[in-house]
């Protein structure tokens, strides 16, 4: 795929700061941070395949009218180009600072420094990605093309000799740590009643705007609906501390039971009724598909609720953590048992992470299902590294948590050194009197720090993402950023050596 070649904008001079040595660690970073991009060829790899996705989209769409497809003029593949370009450092700047994409639109209004390194800084006028065009960007490609691209930047930071990055020293495969954590959603505590609540008022309130649009049916208001949930929902909150409590919350759960049932019979008329009559109302059929959908969504899972609701209430019998239902809008969610002193049990998805000596993630993997336990995420993660890369590392570091027969006998058959801690205590013991093992277990211990770093300054703690494939695009976004910030700090070729000159 041939690219237009890109002319640069006539873009402001960057102001002078002084006195203040953040920001000028800030700008050089980002200085970095573009030398890398195009060093790699990273960001020219991510606009063509940008190009190519779009050739093929209407290709297809000529081929569905009937006419023949005449290929991209220069005009408009140089507009993709500079859109995908914009959208790759949009998304790497609002990692490293904020990661809300109004206030990023708004910071990125405000300094001349990001709109350098995104490409809007121009002499005539400055023209600034919306919060609504952030959001297109950050979801413009799939999670595969992200990684692909982490990938092609790990091998450049891994290759030796002549570094195309300009590094002192390579950044290579030699030997990975792993680990895993929770990425918590954005969902409150899954109290089993507060799940009837929360369809409550996602029906009802999308009852209210089909009403304003001229649909209606005979019921009353839903307002009169909503004040009843609420009522209910401060007594069942207040009903612990009052005498009989079992009984009480046995008979406030039976209210808002009816009140759920009848909720959700007048919600199923309102979707019918829109679905039939929409073309009566100024709704397009894109805003009355989603109407619908969010309907759907909770009318689907609301009497799983209730059932759940009554069994743990007023049956007093215990639900298994994979039958239970966490929340009405995030399915892929699951009950992850952590048992640490400030987080006992964690509601969202495993997280599992493979980094190298110098902190470069090198593989990660964000778990739709069930956790399969660490070790098979270790013995999958190793498959994968010596796919992209061509080899195997030289030896793995990981808790007690990846031990297993199976693991042991992985990493023999691969000739990988074997870096686990053992489970059992003979065989941990005799493990410390080895060197090498005791040098790459004081070194795995920083693993848990660098969780800490991509999940506060990268991810957000709790991720504001919607739903499990935007969840893991972000978590891969987020991989990007970060592997630019660590390479962008590693030393570069000459630099010392110039200094001890000086």
Same mark, same amino acid.
């Given at each position: 795929?041939?690219?237009?070649?890109?002319?640069?904008?006539? +873009?402001?001079?960057?102001?002078?700061?002084?006195?203040?040595?953040?920001?000028?660690? /800030?700008?050089? %970073?980002?200085?970095?941070?573009?030398?890398?991009?195009?060093?790699?060829?990273?960001?020219?790899?991510?606009?063509? =395949?940008?190009?190519?996705?779009?050739?093929?989209?209407?290709?297809?769409?000529?081929?569905?009218?009937?006419?023949?497809?005449?290929?991209?003029?220069?005009?408009?593949?140089?507009?993709?180009?500079?859109?995908?370009?914009?959208?790759?450092? +949009?998304?790497?700047?609002?990692?490293? !600072?904020?990661?809300?994409?109004?206030?990023?639109?708004?910071?990125?209004?405000?300094?001349?420094?990001?709109?350098?390194? +995104?490409? &809007?800084?121009?002499?005539?006028? &400055?023209?600034?990605?919306?919060?609504?065009?952030?959001?297109?960007?950050?979801?413009?490609?799939?999670?595969?093309?992200?990684?692909?691209?982490?990938?092609?930047?790990?091998?450049?930071?891994?290759?030796?000799?002549?570094?195309?990055?300009?590094?002192?020293?390579?950044?290579?495969?030699?030997?990975? /740590?792993?680990?895993?954590?929770?990425?918590?959603?954005?969902?409150?505590?899954?109290?089993?009643?507060?799940?009837?609540?929360?369809?409550?008022?996602?029906?009802?309130?999308?009852?209210?705007?089909?009403?304003?649009?001229?649909?209606?049916?005979?019921?009353?208001?839903?307002?009169?609906?909503?004040?009843?949930?609420?009522?209910?929902?401060?007594?069942?909150?207040? *009903?612990?501390?009052?005498?009989?409590?079992?009984?009480?919350?046995?008979?406030?759960?039976? %209210?808002?039971?009816?009140?759920?049932?009848?909720?959700?019979?007048?919600?199923?008329?309102?979707?019918?009724?829109?679905?039939?009559?929409?073309?009566?109302?100024?709704?397009?059929?894109?805003?009355?598909?989603?109407?619908?959908?969010?309907?759907?969504?909770?009318?689907? =899972?609301?009497?799983?609720?209730?059932?759940?609701?009554?069994?743990?209430?007023?049956?007093?019998?215990?639900?298994?953590?994979?039958?239970?239902? @966490?929340?009405?809008?995030?399915?892929?969610?699951?009950? &992850?048992?952590?048992?640490?002193?400030?987080?006992?049990?964690?509601?969202?998805? !495993?997280?599992?992470?493979?980094?190298?000596?110098?902190?470069?993630?090198?593989?990660?993997?964000?778990?739709?299902?069930? *956790?399969?336990?660490?070790?098979?995420?270790?013995?999958? *993660?190793?498959?994968?590294?010596?796919?992209?890369?061509?080899?195997?590392?030289?030896?793995?570091?990981?808790?007690?948590?990846?031990?297993?027969?199976?693991?042991?006998?992985?990493?023999?058959?691969?000739?990988?050194?074997?870096?686990?801690?053992?489970?059992?205590?003979?065989?941990?013991?005799?493990?410390?009197?080895?060197?090498?093992?005791?040098?790459?277990?004081?070194?795995?211990? =920083?693993?848990?720090?660098?969780?800490?770093? @991509?999940?506060?300054?990268?991810?957000?703690?709790?991720?504001?993402?919607?739903?499990?494939?935007?969840?893991?695009?972000?978590?891969?976004?987020?991989?990007?950023?970060?592997? @630019?910030?660590? &390479?962008?700090?590693?030393?570069?070729?000459?630099?010392?050596?110039?200094?001890?000159?000086?």
């Amino acid at each position: 795929m041939n690219t237009v070649a890109e002319q640069r904008e006539l +873009c402001r001079e960057l102001p002078v700061v002084i006195g203040n040595v953040d920001y000028q660690e /800030f700008q050089g %970073r980002l200085e970095r941070i573009d030398e890398l991009l195009r060093a790699s060829g990273v960001e020219q790899e991510f606009v063509a =395949q940008g190009i190519k996705a779009y050739e093929e989209k209407a290709r297809t769409a000529a081929t569905r009218e009937g006419r023949e497809y005449k290929g991209l003029s220069d005009r408009s593949q140089a507009r993709i180009q500079q859109m995908y370009r914009q959208a790759l450092r +949009c998304n790497v700047a609002r990692q490293l !600072t904020e990661r809300e994409y109004r206030r990023f639109s708004r910071r990125l209004a405000d300094s001349p420094l990001l709109q350098w390194f +995104c490409g &809007i800084g121009r002499v005539d006028a &400055i023209r600034v990605p919306s919060k609504s065009a952030l959001d297109r960007y950050d979801k413009l490609v799939p999670e595969a093309e992200v990684r692909a691209l982490v990938d092609a930047m790990n091998r450049k930071a891994g290759e030796g000799r002549d570094h195309p990055l300009g590094l002192e020293e390579s950044a290579g495969l030699d030997v990975v /740590f792993v680990d895993t954590t929770c990425v918590k959603a954005n969902i409150h505590f899954p109290v089993d009643w507060v799940l009837l609540r929360d369809g409550a008022r996602t029906l009802l309130k999308a009852i209210q705007v089909i009403r304003r649009h001229g649909i209606k049916h005979r019921m009353e208001a839903p307002e009169e609906f909503l004040r009843e949930m609420n009522r209910l929902s401060m007594e069942m909150a207040l *009903s612990r501390r009052r005498t009989g409590v079992v009984k009480g919350r046995k008979r406030i759960l039976r %209210r808002m039971k009816r009140l759920s049932r009848l909720i959700q019979h007048h919600a199923e008329r309102y979707r019918k009724a829109l679905e039939r009559r929409w073309a009566e109302t100024d709704l397009s059929e894109g805003e009355m598909r989603q109407i619908a959908r969010r309907m759907e969504g909770v009318l689907e =899972q609301l009497p799983a609720a209730i059932r759940q609701a009554h069994e743990r209430i007023i049956g007093g019998r215990l639900v298994k953590n994979d039958e239970k239902l @966490l929340s009405l809008y995030e399915r892929e969610l699951h009950v &992850i048992v952590r048992g640490k002193a400030n987080a006992e049990v964690e509601f969202g998805n !495993t997280l599992f992470l493979a980094e190298q000596a110098d902190g470069v993630i090198m593989d990660w993997r964000l778990v739709r299902e069930m *956790s399969p336990g660490d070790a098979m995420l270790l013995t999958a *993660s190793l498959g994968r590294l010596h796919q992209v890369f061509g080899s195997d590392p030289l030896g793995v570091g990981a808790d007690r948590g990846f031990d297993s027969r199976a693991t042991r006998e992985y990493l023999e058959q691969r000739g990988i050194y074997n870096g686990v801690a053992a489970r059992a205590i003979k065989r941990l013991k005799a493990q410390c009197q080895n060197d090498d093992f005791s040098t790459l277990q004081g070194r795995r211990s =920083q693993t848990e720090g660098r969780i800490g770093i @991509l999940q506060n300054e990268f991810l957000g703690r709790p991720m504001r993402s919607k739903g499990f494939e935007h969840r893991e695009l972000n978590v891969a976004w987020a991989v990007l950023a970060h592997n @630019l910030w660590v &390479i962008a700090r590693l030393p570069r070729a000459g630099i010392r050596k110039k200094k001890k000159a000086a």
